[in-house]
């Protein structure tokens, strides 16, 4: 009956353990219980009948049917091929097989099963909007400091495997590639790509190393959807060209490689900081901006570098566009539409050009990439299920976060940074991004050996955009928002359980849009859809000493979750079977009960002290005749007794109980009646 009651109970409660128990080892106590009630009803009966008068083989019947197999047996000794004999057989042995049925019963009844149940939400995953590039990098400059290159150099050398797989070395859920999966597979009527993960089985499927950060993450299976962006390059040119000498340069070799890299960044440094010379200057884009040109030991050795081929500043119709302001005009003007040049140098130390090492160049058109992606996580392992292009991000993709000039003056100086080596060789990025599938660690040299670097020029220009764009993307994300990545406290914890987890302090208001997440740093009627850049500059930071907390900038998301527990499942089935079976023997243990108290006879059936009484040829005290069975046999136990032949000189023997009687023992060659 506890197994009905434990039914939908989650596992372990209400002394289940105990049940479970029990129920495992009353396959082996049922029989034998079942078998001692119903034998011992088997007997009162007969002997209730016996005293009111019945036949032979109804009594023979009875008990013959002490056990499963007397009760097979007997139907075949009898042989009564009447209905009521025949009736009366199958009753009983069907009543015996509820011996091992109500076992196998008792077992089965109560097993386990899994429920599952939904509810909705709230989550936190890293904005990648315009406010959100904006607060990381004030938030980031406070002093210099950049924790994202350690992530970064985490990632770029993490196994091949985690870079293969659809999550980060922490955990988080990376983004496939929407013009790869566009390629492979064509959308649905309502835009959405499924994602099935087994075909995505190159580093190059994804948007970058680094997934996107989620707060607020359970023990249940999530499934939510997330608004996000990346950059996008697609390489139309690679070419060789001269490179300056790395000593005494002059300021017309200078000139010469900067009209050649056809970039903005590096003419302006020529053009300010040329020092005739100087070992190395900033002007030459491998020089170490953080190394001394007179102490030979800080030099570092930069082997590429970046470059673009349109202005960047600090405010302008670009980046209003970026950050979302609706002006049409603005937004349709050549200035804006025009794909930005990422310009990447890479040295390939061939000794070419009378002595000079070459250097490659790639030039790639970028663009910005709005997705919307949905997400499926099982606990903690979330994995990208479908992804279509964002409904309501409408910028321009012709403009990025790298349209702000601190951001991209900052990754042009600190990405080349992040591997700076003593001696001569290719950084692990340029390894990378010549073969992604092979360890990306330098050997580490005292000298400067060609070999060692690695000449970009031969990868295919497709394979090197998207390598390039997983390069960007990545250190983008760790620039921007080092402590995403860090925040192992709040990792898999749901927000309702995080202190101050619902503390806009903390983590910023609730916005969905991504285009509104600045907002949220703004006066009330202030957009960054409604005013420039340059009057939001005038205001954007100043929350930011209202809100020292504030880790990151957020956007919310509603998740439908559902947990699955282990409970108690009655089958009822077999259930019904168990009860039945017990309250059947409780029924005949009632009218045994009953029989036997109106029961006057002793019960002789089945005893061997039964054979004694009235026996002429037993010679001992003859006890009562109103005793029963198991009383004499107690009074006889140490009698001796034989079966034995009492007609041993006559042709035809006679076998008896006998004791003390001159007797014949039995012989197979005699016929005895």
């Known amino acids: 009956m506890y197994s009905r009651v434990l039914h939908a109970k989650p596992i372990g409660t209400n002394n289940g353990p105990t049940i479970v128990a029990l129920n495992k080892i009353s396959p082996s106590l049922w029989p034998v219980m079942f078998a001692g009630l119903v034998s011992r009803i088997m007997g009162i009966v007969a002997l209730y009948l016996a005293e009111r008068g019945s036949t032979i083989g109804t009594l023979e019947r009875l008990l013959g049917c002490r056990s499963v197999f007397g009760a097979i047996t007997t139907q075949y000794f009898l042989r009564k091929r009447t209905l009521t004999a025949m009736s009366a057989g199958m009753s009983i042995v069907a009543l015996w097989a509820l011996s091992p049925i109500g076992g196998q019963a008792s077992l089965r009844m109560l097993g386990t099963n899994q429920n599952t149940t939904a509810t909705v939400a709230l989550l936190r995953y890293l904005s990648t909007g315009p406010g959100a590039t904006l607060f990381q990098f004030d938030k980031l400059n406070v002093d210099g400091h950049r924790p994202g290159n350690e992530l970064y150099i985490a990632s770029l050398i993490a196994p091949i495997a985690i870079k293969r797989s659809p999550h980060d070395l922490w955990g988080n859920v990376k983004i496939p590639d929407m013009a790869t999966l566009e390629r492979r597979h064509t959308p649905g009527a309502d835009g959405w790509l499924p994602i099935e993960n087994s075909s995505l089985i190159d580093i190059e499927d994804y948007t970058g ?12 299976n999530a499934t939510f959807r997330i ?10 040119n690679m070419s060789q060209i001269r490179g300056p000498r790395e000593v005494d340069a002059t300021r017309s070799e200078l000139d010469d490689f900067a009209e050649d890299i056809g970039g903005v960044i590096w003419t302006k440094m020529r053009n300010l900081s040329y020092t005739p010379g100087l070992a190395r200057h900033r002007s030459y884009p491998f020089n170490n901006a953080l190394g001394s040109a007179t102490d030979a030991s800080r030099e570092r050795y930069r082997t590429f570098f970046l ?20 002006n049409a005009s603005a937004n349709a003007d050549a200035s804006v539409t025009k794909k930005r040049d990422i310009i990447f140098g890479s040295l390939a130390a061939k000794p070419k050009f009378d002595g000079n090492s070459i250097v490659n160049i790639a030039r790639c058109p970028l663009s910005r990439t709005s997705i919307e992606a949905e997400i499926t996580c099982q606990k903690s392992d979330c994995r990208t299920a479908k992804l279509r ?3 309501i991000d409408h910028r321009p993709d012709s403009v990025s976060a790298l349209e702000w ?21 290719s950084s692990p990025t340029e390894y990378f991004l010549h073969n992604s599938q092979q360890t990306v660690v330098p050997p580490v040299r005292t000298s400067f050996f060609p070999q060692d670097f690695r000449d970009i020029s031969e990868v295919e220009l497709s394979v090197f955009s ?3 764009s997983i390069v960007l993307n990545t250190y983008y994300q760790l620039m921007v928002s080092p402590s995403g990545y860090t925040d192992s406290d709040t990792t898999g914890i749901p927000l309702s359980e995080i202190p101050t987890g619902m503390n806009a302090s903390i983590w910023g208001e609730l916005v969905s849009n991504p285009l509104l997440d600045a907002d949220q740093l703004l006066p009330s009627n202030w957009s960054t859809t409604n005013k420039t850049f340059y009057d939001l500059g005038k205001i954007f930071f100043e929350p930011l000493e209202i809100l020292p907390d504030l880790r990151y ?3 919310a998301t509603n998740a ?3 947990y699955t527990t282990g409970v108690y499942k009655c089958n009822f089935a077999w259930f019904g079977v168990a009860i039945g079976a017990s309250f059947l023997l409780l029924i005949l243990g009632a009218v045994a009960l009953v029989l036997e108290w109106n029961t006057i006879a002793p019960d002789v059936f089945g005893y061997v002290s039964s054979m004694v009484l009235e026996n002429r040829y037993f010679r001992f005290a003859q006890p009562s005749t109103a005793r029963d069975g198991w009383d004499r046999s107690r009074k006889l136990y140490d009698v001796s007794a034989r079966l034995a032949d009492v007609r041993g000189d006559e042709e035809v023997g006679h076998i008896v109980l006998t004791h003390g009687v001159h007797c014949s023992p039995l012989r197979k060659d005699r016929l005895y009646v």
């Open 209 to 220: 190393l680094v997934g996107i950060p989620i707060v607020g993450l359970s023990a249940g």
């Open 227 to 236: 608004e996000t962006s990346y950059i996008s390059v697609q390489c139309n």
């Open 307 to 326: 470059d673009t081929n349109l202005p960047v500043p600090d405010f302008g119709a670009r980046v209003d566009a970026f950050c979302g302001l609706v």
């Open 389 to 391: 292009r964002s409904l």
């Open 405 to 425: 000039g601190m951001i991209f003056t900052q990754l042009v100086a600190e990405l080349p940074e992040s591997f700076a080596s003593q001696y001569g060789a």
């Open 466 to 468: 998207r390598r390039l």
């Open 553 to 555: 900038i957020t956007l």
């Open 560 to 562: 439908t979750v559902e």
